[in-house]
């Protein structure tokens, strides 16, 4: 086990890209994800790499189309109005069919809202992050730990299936700091037989592009970049179960919340209730079979987001809605307290008793 590092998320972020072999960032300051563009100023140029601060979040991402269109892994990071700005570049790197690794550390919104932590960006992030019939992998850390971990996960899945990861966290995520190890992973060159690199005479020239102006061509390739959506579905969706088998109340969470949720499951379970949480870890694919399971046996649900519920919806369609949803919320830039999501607990509790009761 390699030696503990005290550091904040957002560095954490930023020293696993390295790791993972990504030798390009381009990115703009905005708060809360600052620190990733900072780390990697210093970073980059000791290790013969490319830093560039863009003009705009409209540059950035254009230029990740570009070194991704070589071959190159590459990755960008922004903030919550910062990731609108960008959302026309995703778009074009879905169609494309370039993989690229995009960093959201949300803040408050709608427009520029607060700089505060915020989890309100989860339909932007999960229903596709611009125009178009398209996907992405998002992955929502927990902890310091797996805002490394998940990078060097976004960059292996975005190179696998040719598409954008996005790394979705909170504000909270990127600012805290607690100890991450870094082991060094095999650095895995993938073959990319599609990028720009020069022909060198051996091979017909590729060419990167997304626009198909024969109908029936688009519509070949949005069906057959579904098919691949539709195996990522199915091998990679990921979640943590805590205390899920004999629940009766399963609370769902993502990133701070789930931490704030686990506690309130703890002292839930203190009182006799019992509660369990499930945290999605992917938030595209969406752990629907684990959700759909826990509906076999649980009477009741509680969504903890930091927004005004959106998550609420997906779980509501994972369980085929079986059983209620609940929505426990502090947005503009609050976070829920584990006495709040354990009131929500115990008013779930009262629901099922009563309708448990004979007229």
Not at 93 to 115: C, E, K, W
Not at 186 to 211: C, D, F, Y
Not at 299 to 328: N, T, W, Y
Request: glycine letters at 8%; proline letters at 6%.
């Amino acid at each position: 086990m390699s030696e503990k590092v005290l550091m904040k998320g957002n560095e954490a972020i930023a020293e696993a890209a390295i790791m993972a072999g990504c030798r390009h960032y381009f990115g703009y300051p905005i708060t809360p994800q600052t620190e990733i563009a900072a780390y990697m100023a210093k970073r980059m140029p000791q290790i013969g790499g490319c830093f560039l601060q863009a003009e705009s979040e409209i540059a950035a991402i254009n230029m990740v189309y570009g070194v991704s269109s070589a071959g190159y892994r590459v990755m960008t990071s922004s903030s919550s109005p910062g990731i609108a700005l960008k959302s026309e570049g995703l778009s074009y790197l879905a169609g494309a069919d370039l993989p690229a690794l995009v960093v959201n550390v949300q803040r408050g919104g709608p427009g520029l809202g607060g700089i505060q932590p915020s989890q309100s960006d989860y339909f932007q992030a999960t229903k596709a992050g611009g125009h178009g019939d398209f996907r992405m992998i998002v992955l929502a850390p927990a902890s310091v730990q797996e805002m490394a971990n998940l990078t060097l996960c976004g960059f292996a899945l975005a190179d696998q299936y040719r598409m954008t990861a996005m790394i979705l966290a909170d504000g909270t995520m990127g600012q805290m700091m607690e100890p991450v190890s870094f082991e060094q992973p095999p650095l895995q060159e993938v073959e990319k037989p599609w990028a720009v690199r020069g022909t060198e005479n051996m091979r017909p020239h590729n060419i990167i592009n997304s626009l198909y102006l024969v109908p029936e061509e688009l519509e070949r390739k949005n069906v057959e970049r579904f098919a691949r959506y539709a195996e990522i579905e199915k091998k990679e969706a990921r979640c943590e179960e805590y205390h899920v088998e004999d629940a009766d109340i399963i609370v769902v969470g993502f990133g701070i919340a789930a931490r704030v949720a686990k506690s309130a499951v703890d002292a839930a379970r203190a009182q006799g209730i019992r509660v369990g949480l499930i945290r999605p870890i992917t938030l595209w694919p969406f752990p629907k079979e684990a959700l759909y399971r826990a509906a076999t046996h649980a009477k009741r649900f509680i969504s903890v987001e930091l927004s005004m519920g959106q998550m609420v919806e997906d779980i509501s369609l994972a369980i085929h809605c079986k059983a209620p949803v609940d929505l426990c919320f502090r947005t503009g830039g609050m976070i829920p307290s584990p006495e709040q999501v354990l009131n929500s607990i115990t008013d779930a509790k009262t629901k099922i008793d009563t309708e448990r009761t004979p007229c």
